[in-house]
């Protein structure tokens, strides 16, 4: 299955983490769970893509390497199919070098965690996505 599992708080902001490694997905949970955020959990990208068209998150993590789909276009599809939603990325990898890559993360203007991460990493680029003023962050659970 696809969408691993949704836990909810009330009254949270709701975020889709996309990762094909359940694990990962898992371990975002625990940390966004803690900061109270909804959290939906999805393995695969091309159900993400379904689940976007008529759900509204307001943060996506998404991995970059998927065997599916790459980070990179799936970010593309979000921007043509709900545009509103793009400046909410925050990208994960587990190969932050390259230049293509800092060059679509600088283009964009997307925060990236490096893989593996800490909870002050994600906290961090949560934080960053914040101060654009897309949303408010939620007290802590």
């Known amino acids: 299955m696809a969408l691993i599992g949704t836990r909810n708080t009330k009254e949270s902001r709701r975020v889709a983490i996309v990762d094909d490694e359940p694990l990962i997905g898992e371990l975002m949970s625990e940390i966004l769970l803690s900061q109270g955020y909804c ?67 600088q283009a964009e203007r997307c925060p990236c965690v490096a893989k593996p991460f800490t909870r002050n990493q994600i906290e961090t680029a949560i934080t960053r996505i914040a101060k654009r003023d897309y949303f408010s962050l939620p007290k802590a659970a």
Do not use: Q, W
């Open 39 to 105: 959290v939906e959990i999805y393995t695969s990208p091309r159900i993400a893509l379904k689940s976007l068209v008529t759900e509204e998150y307001d943060l996506i993590f998404c991995d970059m390497r998927m065997p599916e789909l790459h980070g990179t276009e799936f970010y593309k599809i979000v921007k043509v199919i709900n545009p509103e939603a793009a400046p909410r990325f925050i990208f994960l990898t587990g190969d932050p070098s390259g230049n293509l890559l800092e060059r679509f993360l």
